[in-house]
């Protein structure tokens, strides 16, 4: 059953730690992103890389580092830099090549204590 | 920079009554995407038009793109229950690696 698996669905982050997000596909897709979405927003990109071993900086990467090591995984770590992590972070992968159609992971929500 | 806006931002309906949410982008878009994503789950792939002046029907759902090619709408006929959620509408960005940029989503509730 193909798909995209994100883990844990609900992480508690304390202050001053870093949390990594698991993003997990299947589908052997190229392109993997990863989305915050806030209450009453849209979804707003973080990072995103096209192919292993590259990523780029999306519209909110401040606080936030990933890893494409694998074609498969795309984790996403939230550092204490991030002083308002509290949000659902959304992975999502296309199969590349131009063909842009998004599938997206269940979504982890992330709270601090 | 580029932007994509939907209106309205919330939108509750009788059960029955018809619904639209309109997408408006600043740039002209090769193509628009629509998502739904139910509450506390995650956005789905409803559709893609392509052509300027598309329409295309998924059951109560129909879906428009503009003439200018910057402009769409979702229209649900007689909604249902199971209609409640967010739709998103995206496009490709400008720089065309392929990111979506997306609005920022219309929810419905409806009333049964």
């Known amino acids: 059953d193909g798909g995209i698996t994100q883990s844990p669905k609900y992480l508690f982050r304390k202050e001053g730690q870093n949390v990594t997000l698991s993003c997990e596909q299947n589908?052997?897709?190229?392109?993997m992103y990863w989305y915050r979405q806030d209450p009453g927003q849209g979804l707003r990109l973080i990072y995103y890389?096209?192919?292993?071993?590259?990523?780029q900086k999306g519209d909110i990467a401040e606080g936030y580092s990933v890893s494409r090591e694998k074609k498969e995984s795309f984790p996403l770590t939230v550092t204490s830099a991030q002083k308002n992590p509290t949000a659902f972070y959304l992975c999502a992968s296309t199969p590349g090549q131009g063909r842009e159609t998004q599938y997206f992971g269940p979504g982890t929500r992330l709270l601090v204590l | 920079g580029q932007q994509v806006m939907q209106i309205p931002q919330y939108q509750h309906v009788q059960e029955g009554e018809d619904f639209t949410t309109y997408c408006n982008s600043s740039?002209?878009?090769?193509?628009i995407q629509w998502y739904k994503q139910r509450p506390g789950g995650h956005p789905v792939f409803l559709i893609q038009l392509v052509k300027s002046g598309e329409v295309k029907k998924q059951k109560r759902l129909t879906f428009q793109f503009g003439e200018a090619k910057k402009n769409s709408s979702l229209h649900i006929t007689a909604t249902q229950t199971t209609d409640v959620g967010t739709y998103f509408c995206?496009?490709?960005?400008?720089?065309?690696?392929?990111?979506?940029?997306f609005g920022q989503g219309t929810t419905l509730q409806v009333k049964p």
């Open positions: 995206a496009g490709p960005r400008s720089s065309n690696t392929g990111k979506l940029i």
């Open positions: 589908l052997n897709h190229d392109a």
């Open positions: 890389s096209q192919i292993v071993n590259d990523f």
């Open positions: 740039t002209t878009l090769s193509n």
